[in-house]
């Protein structure tokens, strides 16, 4: 009689941890092939401060690398404009984007 009981229980057991087992382990993410996209938003436009150090590029002008490895370009109003070749990373709401395009169509050089 004891000899059954430890069966059962043992049986029990085993199913239980069968139907716990079955469930997904691992909790992938919705697009697991694709690195996820950043969602923060930078500033198109720096204003100058204390913190920011500027560095000289060998051409002369002055650029500003943030934290997040974004590359700022001072124009001559003193302020930092964000490299054209992040624009397509970050977001940025429509008037940040004019008023940072209106600096661009002015002083961008071509080399």
């Known amino acids: 009689m004891k000899k ?3 069966i059962q229980a043992a049986i029990v057991v085993a ?10 382990s ?30 000289r590029y ?9 934290p997040e490895g974004y590359m700022y370009w ?12 992040y624009l397509g990373k970050v977001r940025y709401n429509r008037n940040e984007y004019n008023e940072w395009n209106r600096y661009y169509n002015r002083h961008s050089r071509r080399y």
């Open 74 to 85: 001072r124009g001559n109003d003193n302020r930092y404009y964000l490299d054209r070749s």
């Open 58 to 66: 060998y051409d002369g002008r002055y650029y500003y690398r943030s």
């Open 26 to 55: 691992r909790q992938y993410p919705e697009y697991s092939y694709y690195p996820p996209r950043s969602e923060s938003s930078f500033s198109l436009i720096i204003n100058p401060n204390p913190r920011i150090y500027a560095t």
């Open 15 to 24: 199913f239980a941890g069968l139907l716990a087992s079955c469930g997904p």
């Open 4 to 6: 059954s009981r430890i």
